[in-house]
């Protein structure tokens, strides 16, 4: 089967990303958006575009019925998901499939076994792949749990089995605590997740969270495409991820990328999907969970092995094998990803929004910027507040460090708080520079003083100026209808402009 028109059940970043490998295979594209998208760069890529609904995510982009019959309507033959929104929702895939559309990515039962981590865990268990230690059942008996928690040891982490996005997780430093805390992520993971069913696992600390990304065709054929280091978090959320690892030994690499493939049969896998393990201080590893999708920061395992990972998703969704071979694969140079928020890494990385007054992304030799907006834009609440991703690619790990801090230099936004100037931060640390950090690093390290203000002194005294001017002009023009929200911004940022 040959798709000849593919869409994207997605927004922003990704789905642009989506339709540039679509358009350089031949394949014509239909952008979905909300009411709140309307002016995003995504929907003017696409050959045709359709609003999908109010800005609500329910109500447009996890509108499963609604999408099937705009793809139906458009005489779509595949949807490609993204990542987030409806790209684990096994009940989604099965419906693409039973309206005759190729669903890019893997099969329902796949993604049911791994979207849920404790069938997961059950899943590999039996292919010997190193678990941490834990209940592998839903707990039912507090007491029998709490038994349970001593053998392993505190602290421990309660983790909910249907959670994701680093939510439903809870840390329990002792046995007092235990029952307390058992309750409320029970409840938490009902109202988050619509189930309460909560697992406990021994919380690992200062561990490294490395991922493998694997690849399968419908053929039986997978391949691992090596590792990406992601132990640089906020809220148990990545924010600097990198290819390869400045830690793993040649030989750790291959037992995670043979494990990680391992994973994959547990499932029948097919398309792109990583297997995340938490790795500790002697560099024993173990499987922490699968995601069924395309993850954010694939685009640094695209710059050391020069695949295309969509291409290569759409291609096995066509059914088509695989056209390499784990020998085939090399890791050429090293890549790092930064995820540019729109967040205040001032305040607890506290999401923000507003216009992007100045939006100016770097350029030059081995840099990539994956982003969803343009300067003007509104960054949407109803949304994640990722603006960007700024990819880096050079011979090494030292060259590539030293190619980040240029690009975050050159990088302009203004308007909108943003997590720039922390990235830099942890491009200059040293425990970053040693690769020997942990997913410890933003609560060790970092406090809101240790980052450099954002502005030179030449930039505030211009910046300052302009704001002056402007403020000066509505007073003799009248506003030119600024929204109270802007007015209250501009004047926020002229604090920032005149204090910062
Ligand atoms: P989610 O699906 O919500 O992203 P994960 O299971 O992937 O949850 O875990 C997210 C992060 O939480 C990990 O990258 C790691 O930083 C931390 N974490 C998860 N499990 C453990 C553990 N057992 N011990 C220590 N940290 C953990």
């Known amino acids: 089967m040959h798709i000849k028109k593919l869409l994207i059940a997605n927004r922003g ?7 540039r490998s679509a358009r350089e295979m031949g394949i014509r594209t239909v ?19 359709i609003c999908i609904g109010p800005p609500p995510s329910a109500q447009s982009y996890l509108h499963m019925d609604r999408i099937i019959q705009t793809a139906l309507d458009l005489h779509v033959d595949a949807i490609h998901p993204g990542y987030g929104f409806l790209s684990e929702n096994a009940t989604f895939a ?29 899943a590999v268990s039996r292919y010997g792949i190193p678990l941490v230690p834990g209940t592998e059942e839903p707990i039912t008996d507090m007491l029998k749990a709490k038994q349970i928690a001593l053998e392993i040891g505190y602290p421990i982490l309660i983790k909910a089995s ?19 805390q058992m309750k409320r992520a029970a409840s938490e993971a009902l109202s988050a997740f619509g189930d309460p069913s909560v697992f406990i696992e021994k919380y690992i600390t200062s561990p490294k969270h490395i991922e493998i990304q694997v690849l399968g065709d419908q053929h039986g054929h997978i391949v691992h495409l090596f590792e990406r280091e992601c132990s640089i978090q906020r809220r148990h959320q990545k924010v600097v991820e990198e290819a390869p690892s400045g830690t793993l030994t040649e030989d750790i690499r291959l037992k995670m990328g043979e494990a990680a493939v391992k994973v994959a049969k547990a499932c029948d896998y097919y398309g792109a999907g990583t297997v995340e393990f938490i790795v500790d201080k002697d560099l024993n590893f173990y499987f922490l969970e699968m995601n069924t999708r395309l993850q954010v920061e694939h685009p640094v395992t695209e710059l050391i092995t020069g695949k295309d990972l969509v291409r290569e998703q759409l291609l096995i969704a066509e059914g ?12 050429r140079g ?36 994956d982003d969803g907006f343009e300067e003007g834009m509104e960054i949407p609440v109803f949304y994640d507040p990722m603006i960007a991703k700024l990819i880096v690619h050079d011979e090494n790990r030292e060259k590539a460090i030293l190619r980040m801090i240029r690009a975050i230099n050159e990088y302009r936004i203004t308007g ?70 802007d007015q209250k911004k501009r004047s926020q940022w002229k604090n920032r402009i005149t204090h910062g």
Not at 337 to 362: H, K, Q, S, W
């Open 31 to 49: 952008a979905i958006y909300s009411e709140a998208d309307r002016k995003a760069p995504y929907v003017r890529l696409a050959d045709e575009a």
């Open 416 to 485: 909108v708080k943003n997590t720039l100037a922390f990235c830099k931060f942890v491009m200059e640390h040293t425990e970053f520079r040693s690769a020997a950090f942990t997913t410890k690093f933003v609560e060790n390290h970092y406090l809101p003083e240790s980052l450099e203000p954002s502005f030179s002194s030449v930039e505030k005294k211009a910046l300052a100026a302009f704001v002056g001017c402007w403020m000066d002009d509505q007073k003799i023009n009248g506003p030119s209808h600024p929204s109270t929200a």
């Open 94 to 122: 099965q419906k693409v499939a039973d309206a005759g559309i190729i669903f890019v990515g893997p099969s329902p039962h796949a993604i049911a076994t791994m979207g849920d981590k404790l069938k997961a865990k059950q």
């Open 334 to 369: 090293h890549a790092i990803e930064i995820r540019v928020y729109a967040e205040d890494p001032e305040n607890n990385f506290l999401p923000d929004t507003g216009t992007l007054i100045t939006y100016r992304p770097p350029m030059g030799p081995g840099i990539r910027v």
């Open 13 to 19: 970043e990704i789905a642009q990303r989506i339709i």
């Open 320 to 331: 088509k094998p695989l056209s390499f071979t784990q020998a085939d694969l090399q890791i």
């Open 162 to 180: 249907a959670g994701g996005g680093g939510k439903g997780m809870r840390i329990v430093e002792n046995a007092d605590d235990f029952e307390a």
